[in-house]
């Protein structure tokens, strides 16, 4: 059976509308930051707010190349350097952008992401086994996990709004039309961002749908560190997805 060309639109539309949410919280978060904060480091020798936001905007733009290469039939773009020197060449990139460059690339690679997920469509997509959660993992995640470290930093912003944030992309993963594999582990993804900030209650609510997805997160989950506080009650919250 071969695929009509709209079989997997609710897919196109879910990735979509979760991106479209993220970046309406990035817009959210970093514009409500004081003009003089976001454009001075955190710590030391570390990013300021405006360095974060160009980052995720950065990894944007990668993601938009893979899924252009994979849709014109050309290999998976690979790149053989480790992450931090990644970005590192990144932010050197971007260090000397105002404010106002930066909102309007984060912008434009949105938009252009969207456009490129709905150039490829649903078949595409689902027949790589990276560029779904690439996608995630280059957009909502990858953003979740920023304002986690914002909320660390002291600068102001609301831990009680991204928390907001991670419970309402856990609903939005829930409505998704999405393979449980990609399911799974974005709700892995969430209970991490939920166990870091202590929030392990929370945390505990989603992991055993997770590894019910996915069970073969379970070895790796015993040993990382986001779920340290939990490693002793992970064999019972698979067991109990059994």
């Given at each position: 059976?071969?695929?009509?060309?709209h079989?997997?639109?609710?897919?196109?539309?879910?990735?979509?509308?979760?991106?479209?949410?993220?970046?309406e919280?990035?817009?959210?978060?970093?514009?409500?930051?004081?003009?003089?904060?976001?454009?001075?480091?955190?710590?030391?020798?570390?990013?300021?707010?405006?360095?974060?936001?160009?980052?995720?905007?950065?990894?944007?733009g990668?993601?938009?190349?893979?899924?252009?290469?994979?849709?014109?039939?050309?290999?998976?773009?690979?790149?053989?350097?480790?992450?931090?020197a990644?970005?590192?060449?990144?932010?050197?990139?971007?260090?000397?952008?105002?404010w106002?460059?930066?909102?309007?690339?984060?912008?434009?690679?949105?938009?252009?992401?969207?456009?490129e997920i709905?150039?490829a469509?649903?078949?595409?997509l689902?027949?790589?086994?990276?560029?779904i959660?690439?996608i995630f993992?280059?957009g909502?995640?990858?953003?979740l996990?920023?304002?986690?470290?914002?909320?660390?930093?002291?600068?102001?912003?609301?831990?009680?709004?991204?928390?907001?944030?991670?419970?309402?992309?856990?609903?939005m993963?829930?409505?998704?039309?999405?393979?449980?594999?990609?399911?799974?582990?974005?709700?892995?993804?969430?209970?991490?961002?939920?166990?870091?900030?202590?929030r392990?209650?929370?945390?505990?609510?989603?992991l055993?749908?997770a590894?019910?997805?996915?069970?073969?997160?379970?070895?790796?989950?015993?040993?990382?560190?986001?779920?340290?506080?939990?490693?002793?009650?992970?064999?019972?919250?698979?067991?109990?997805?059994?």
């Open positions: 059976m071969t695929d009509t060309p079989a997997h639109d609710g897919l196109v539309s879910s990735l979509i509308a979760q991106l479209e949410a993220m970046r919280a990035e817009r959210r978060i970093f514009g409500a930051l004081d003009p003089e904060v976001r454009v001075r480091p955190l710590r030391e020798g570390d990013w300021s707010p405006k360095d974060h936001q160009a980052h995720l905007s950065a990894w944007k990668r993601q938009i190349e893979r899924i252009r290469s994979v849709r014109m039939g050309d290999p998976f773009p690979t790149d053989d350097r480790e992450t931090d990644i970005n590192a060449v990144l932010q050197k990139e971007r260090a000397d952008w105002t106002d460059v930066v909102v309007a690339d984060a912008d434009d690679v949105s938009n252009r992401l969207a456009e709905r150039a469509g649903g078949a595409t689902l027949a790589s086994d990276r560029l959660g690439g993992g280059n909502p995640f990858h953003a996990t920023h304002f986690g470290w914002l909320v660390d930093a002291g600068i102001g912003v609301d831990p009680a709004q991204v928390e907001a944030l991670v419970e309402e992309e856990a609903r993963l829930d409505s998704a039309d999405l393979p449980d594999s990609d399911r799974g582990v974005g709700l892995y993804n969430l209970a991490c961002a939920h166990a870091v900030a202590g392990l209650a929370k945390a505990r609510e989603l055993p749908e590894l019910r997805l996915r069970p073969d997160l379970l070895e790796f989950a015993k040993t990382d560190p986001d779920l340290a506080a939990l490693a002793g009650d992970l064999d019972a919250m698979a067991g109990s997805t059994a």
